[in-house]
Structures are given as structure tokens and as C-alpha cells.
């Protein structure tokens, strides 16, 4: 398993290198356990959103609109809103209930 941990917001695939990918779903405190002793890489592109799992997972996420390419070994967290906000501001009532997080593993085909 690798040493970093991938943050994003949707499941993301890389089309150039041929891939399995494993997934399962996690809560709050499966991801803090796959978080210690990892480096985190933040794909989190949204400030409130950054800033909310700032403070569930308890650790720094900063925001990035970098692209992600997977690249087989990997581990990401998928995390992602249950339902749509009415309004963006309403990010700041978002609780860990309202959150799915699914955990990826990349695999090269």
C-alpha cells in the first residue's frame, strides 16, 4: 500500500495506464486510521469543503485544483456530498452524516 493518501471529490481514473480499481465504502474513522503515517495530497478544490474535512478528519487539508492521475499502488478517499446543497453557503452546516467517503485502491490491470 502506498505511503500517501489522495483526497478527491469524485473518482477519478487515469485513461493512459489500464487499471483496476478496488472501492469500498468507509466512515469518518476508518479514514482517520488510513490517514496515520501517510502523507496526504489534497485534490479537495472547493475552499468549504477543504476546510469542513479540515476539521472532521482533524488534520491540514489544503485546497488544490491540480489534476490527479492515478497511478497503480495508489490510495485515494473519495469524499462527497450525500444530497446536492440548496445553497453553496449551507457547506458550513455540512456534518460527518452528510459526507459518504469511499476508499480507492488503484491496481494495474
Request: no cysteine.
Amino acid at each position: 500500500m502506498s505511503e500517501k493518501l489522495v483526497l478527491l471529490n469524485a473518482l477519478v481514473t487515469n485513461p493512459y495506464i489500464p487499471m483496476l480499481l478496488k472501492t469500498r465504502p468507509a466512515s469518518i474513522d476508518e479514514v482517520k486510521e488510513l490517514m496515520r503515517g501517510k502523507s496526504i495530497e489534497s485534490y479537495i478544490g472547493h475552499e468549504a469543503t477543504a476546510r469542513v474535512l479540515s476539521h472532521l478528519l482533524e488534520a491540514d487539508v489544503p485546497v488544490s485544483r491540480a489534476m490527479y492521475k492515478p497511478l497503480p499502488g495508489d490510495t485515494a478517499v473519495v469524499v462527497k456530498l450525500k444530497k446536492r446543497l440548496e445553497k453553496p453557503e449551507d457547506v458550513k452546516n455540512v456534518s460527518v452524516d452528510d459526507l459518504e467517503f469511499i476508499i480507492v485502491e488503484y491496481y494495474r490491470a
